[in-house]
């Protein structure tokens, strides 16, 4: 069944793909191993993220997504139906504004200008939004920035210590934003195992990316 339903994603997605649109790429969490979560950072959410949503029925959405479009969807359809927060910012490892990069028709990224237009947009750290008292166990933070997961990470050094679970995309053919070792080994370093991968993205003999989960090794620090 769930086969079935990923087979038929990607058949509506060629489908629109040849009408000339560009639907974002969502990480798969289908037959992702773990427990129900409390509590969902959704950071670059684009339209949705829905393999992760029915999965977490009762959990606490904070939504991160820069992209005017996106934000107005996601205000109008999930946010009416589920108990959470719009933040229509992007994330990073400072304080600042930046050019948001757009591809095709509402695809977006901070990290590679492709030539098709930008917009500034405001980017804070993960951190100085979010307080460990915001945060309700178990905790999901899911990352999808087209390149910047780790500056992601890095802004949000002050809160990590709270969170139980991660899973970040990790690309392997961006080295000028970093190297999937560094960021591998960053969370390493913060005690975060990877233990999973979701899915890959590949083509012409190359893996592009790969979505992995991150499980803390020991348990997230007490409220």
Same mark, same amino acid.
């Given at each position: 069944? #769930?086969?079935? *339903? ?10 629109? +793909? ?5 639907? #974002? ?7 992702? /191993?773990? !427990?129900?979560?409390?509590? @969902? ?7 949705? &993220? ?6 977490? $029925?009762? #959990? ?8 005017? &479009? ?12 589920? !108990? ?10 400072? %304080?600042? &504004? ?13 990290? @590679? %200008? ?6 500034? =947009?405001? /980017?804070?750290?993960?951190?100085? @939004?979010?307080?460990?008292?915001? /945060? ?6 899911? /990352? ?7 500056? =992601? ?7 990590? $210590? ?6 970040? !995309? =990790?690309?392997? &053919?961006? $080295?000028?934003?970093? *190297? ?21 993205? +590949?083509?012409?003999?190359? @893996? ?6 991150? *499980?803390?090794?020991? $348990?997230?620090?007490?409220?």
């Amino acid at each position: 069944m #769930a086969w079935s *339903r990923r087979k038929l994603a990607l058949a509506l997605s060629d489908a629109i +793909s040849a009408m000339g649109y560009r639907p #974002a790429k969502r990480i798969d969490f289908t037959n992702m /191993i773990g !427990e129900d979560f409390a509590h @969902v950072i959704d950071v670059g959410v684009a339209d949705g &993220t829905p393999d992760l949503y029915p999965r977490c $029925p009762n #959990a606490y959405l904070d939504l991160f997504e820069p992209h005017p &479009t996106y934000q107005e969807h996601l205000a109008r359809t999930l946010l009416t139906k589920r !108990e959470g927060r719009l933040h229509r910012i992007g994330l990073g490892s400072s %304080d600042c &504004t930046a050019s948001l990069y757009l591809k095709g028709r509402t695809g977006s990224n901070l990290s @590679v %200008d492709r030539g098709q237009g930008k917009i500034e =947009v405001p /980017i804070r750290r993960l951190d100085s @939004v979010l307080k460990k008292a915001d /945060i309700r166990h178990p905790c999901l933070l899911k /990352i999808d920035t087209e390149g910047f997961e780790l500056e =992601v990470l890095r802004g949000a050094a002050g809160i990590l $210590p709270y969170i139980d679970c991660i899973v970040s !995309e =990790v690309h392997f &053919t961006m $080295p000028q934003m970093y *190297r999937p070792r560094d960021l591998i080994g960053h969370l390493d370093g913060l005690g975060f195992e990877l233990s999973e991968m979701l899915d890959n993205h +590949s083509g012409n003999g190359q @893996v592009w990316c790969a979505d992995f989960v991150f *499980r803390r090794m020991s $348990p997230a620090a007490p409220m």
